[in-house]
């Protein structure tokens, strides 16, 4: 039976009652993901590794589906504007897909249940019975919020504080996400702070840039209500990332001239707080100090096709991706006429020694959050909240086209731009500076 049919069935009993009634503490700008009246919006599905359902045809797709809607039809019931679960059966899963949100949602629970939130279906937020001695050994007394399928002790695993309500009182989760980057507040108390939420099916990549929110069953009764999202827009989820300890970080550009900046200042221009290679023009753009160990930041945008570079401890002359320790790649990856690259050289790559991630960019000219640490030999990057590459270069043995790069091993020096005569800009370029 197609999928759509079967979503026909499962709510077509009440489409024509009043919507939304009962939604009286949604925050102003969140939209409603239940209408307090039945499923629509929403479907089965279990605890379900998302890329073994993105590899499905479309007929098995239907056939999960409606084996998952009809264990949903016997487990989730509505009651009085609350979505309740038996404490068995498959989670409750929105149809729709989202990436970059904020998520506000109220539940209830009762002794030695506990669930969760999956995120771009990925476990979770998680919700204990936080007065359950049997459970206090996967820390269950420390309460609810934390990223509990993290890896043992990585932040956000368990929360900061105990923020749980007793049992017959509601609970509100506030839950913001940019990139893997999750932030969690429980009854108004900040309880994980922005911590990176792993990909609990695939450790060694990044969490999926989209998926689907889930409510997990889990051996008890839960109720639900008040759940609502909001997407948060790129200038939005930029600020967010740039506002993380931003007092710990020093500005490189005033935003105003190539002040503190030294090589080809001909070849780029300051526009309304933004540095711009000049189209047709190049060379490498440096910040004054010179630096060993730092985190930078900055915001990107590329025009179609663009091309330019992070040079990385720079000597100040030469091709810096020889000559530095390393060029990052800042490049328009899925622009046609780059479909045939090394993987080595597309964006946040260290150019010729380790590919990065792809999938991570925002559209093609939208401004881009960009963190780069750089430690010793190990140099991460992180893109729009989510890193898309963390290598020691010092283990590198294989180099594209077998170059040899001489400053690999270079302790210092300057960081900036490479230019590659595209009109790439850069805007908030700040730097924090690290113990050597």
């Given at each position: 039976?197609?999928?759509?049919?079967?979503?026909?069935?499962?709510?077509?009993?009440?489409?024509?009652?009043?919507?939304?009634?009962?939604?009286?503490?949604?925050?102003?700008?969140?939209?409603?993901?239940?209408?307090?009246?039945?499923?629509?919006?929403?479907?089965?599905?279990?605890?379900?590794?998302?890329?073994?359902?993105d590899e499905m045809d479309q007929a098995e797709r239907e056939k999960k589906l409606a084996e998952w809607n009809a264990d949903a039809e016997k487990h989730w019931t509505v009651e009085d504007g609350e979505l309740v679960n038996d404490g068995h059966g498959v989670f409750l899963t929105t149809d729709k897909q989202y990436g970059d949100i904020e998520l506000v949602v109220d539940y209830q629970t009762v002794p030695r249940a506990d669930s969760g939130i999956y995120l771009r279906a990925t476990p979770q937020v998680q919700i204990w019975d936080y007065t359950e001695p049997a459970k206090f050994n996967l820390g269950s007394d420390l309460g609810s919020g934390g990223l509990w399928n993290n890896s043992p002790g990585a932040r956000g695993k368990d929360p900061f504080v105990l923020a749980d309500r007793p049992f017959g009182e509601w609970n509100r989760f506030r839950i913001r996400q940019v990139g893997a980057r999750t932030t969690v507040w429980l009854n108004d108390m900040l309880v994980v702070d922005n911590a990176t939420m792993e990909n609990f099916w695939r450790r060694g990549e990044p969490l999926r840039r989209s998926g689907p929110i889930q409510l997990q069953t889990h051996g008890g009764e839960i109720r639900w209500r008040n759940i609502a999202m909001r997407e948060i827009p790129a200038d939005e989820a930029n600020q967010v990332l740039s506002?993380?300890?931003?007092?710990?970080?020093?500005?490189?550009?005033?935003?105003?001239?190539?002040?503190?900046?030294?090589?080809?200042?001909?070849h780029y221009e300051v526009t309304d707080g933004v540095i711009r290679c000049k189209e047709g023009h190049g060379g490498l753009l440096l910040a004054e100090p010179e630096l060993r160990n730092f985190v930078a930041r900055l915001e990107f945008r590329l025009p179609p096709g663009g091309n330019n570079g992070l040079a990385i401890r720079s000597p100040?002359?030469?091709?810096?991706?020889?000559?530095?320790?390393?060029?990052?790649?800042?490049?328009?990856?899925?622009?046609?006429?780059?479909?045939?690259?090394?993987?080595?050289?597309?964006?946040?790559?260290?150019?010729?020694?380790?590919?990065?991630?792809?999938?991570?960019?925002?559209?093609?000219?939208?401004?881009?959050?960009?963190?780069?640490?750089?430690?010793?030999?190990?140099?991460?990057?992180?893109?729009?909240?989510?890193?898309?590459?963390?290598?020691d270069l010092s283990e590198v043995k294989e180099f594209m086209d077998n170059s040899e790069h001489p400053g690999l091993s270079r302790e210092s020096g300057f960081f900036g731009f490479a230019g590659h005569n595209d009109p790439v800009e850069f805007r908030n370029v700040s730097v924090k500076r690290l113990a050597d």
């Open positions: 039976m197609p999928a759509c049919i079967l979503r026909v069935t499962f709510v077509a009993c009440s489409i024509c009652l009043p919507a939304l009634a009962f939604a009286s503490d949604i925050p102003d700008g969140f939209t409603p993901l239940f209408n307090g009246e039945n499923l629509e919006g929403w479907h089965g599905m279990p605890h379900f590794d998302p890329k073994q359902w506002d993380y300890h931003a007092q710990a970080f020093e500005p490189l550009f005033n935003g105003q001239d190539l002040k503190g900046w030294h090589g080809a200042v001909d100040g002359s030469g091709n810096v991706a020889y000559n530095g320790m390393c060029e990052l790649q800042v490049l328009d990856s899925e622009h046609p006429k780059y479909a045939n690259l090394d993987d080595r050289q597309y964006h946040g790559s260290a150019y010729g020694m380790v590919a990065a991630k792809r999938g991570y960019l925002r559209p093609t000219g939208e401004w881009n959050f960009q963190e780069v640490t750089v430690d010793g030999s190990r140099l991460k990057v992180e893109l729009n909240g989510t890193v898309i590459l963390d290598a």
